[in-house]
């Protein structure tokens, strides 16, 4: 599997979380941490928290159909591995997200903001196993 380079995509789409999560932090001094949003959305603590992370995670969810809206098509998906993979990819990541206290989108991008120690090497970590994985699944593999 080729992956294709696609700089200005990936330029617009992180400057688009870089805006909305400084805006969820100007607005409601949140973090913007796409798994404790969701896991907030299921044991809310008021109704004013599941207000705003239903409408974080609805337009999390609708961003294909801006695209549908805005190109005519869906965008194209490819999913190399089966159903089940997939389950076990989330499961194993929600056990990370757990003991890491945190997701990488919240240590990434807002707590690498901040200068926190702990989303630094949260982050450290993510990258090095990121690239230990490749590096053994399209060299030692060979996939």
């Known amino acids: 599997m ?3 380079f696609t700089p ?5 789409g992180g400057a ?5 999560a ?3 932090m100007l607005s409601l001094g949140r973090i913007l941490g796409a798994t404790g949003i969701l896991a907030g959305l299921l044991t809310p603590a008021n109704p004013r928290e599941f207000a705003w992370r239903a409408a974080m995670i609805l337009g999390m969810i609708s961003g294909p159909l801006a695209v549908l809206a805005l190109t005519g098509s869906m965008p194209e998906i490819e999913v190399p591995v089966s159903t089940p993979m997939l389950a076990l990819g989330g499961l194993i990541v929600g056990v990370g997200v757990t003991f890491g206290s945190g997701c990488t989108s919240g240590h990434g991008v807002c707590g690498m903001a901040r200068l926190s120690p702990r989303s630094i090497a949260a982050t450290a970590t993510f990258m090095a196993a990121t690239f230990a994985t490749v590096y053994v699944i399209r060299h030692v593999i060979g996939a």
């Open 2 to 4: 080729e992956t294709e």
């Open 8 to 12: 200005f995509a990936s330029l617009a």
């Open 16 to 20: 688009l979380i870089g805006v909305a």
């Open 22 to 24: 400084v805006l969820l």
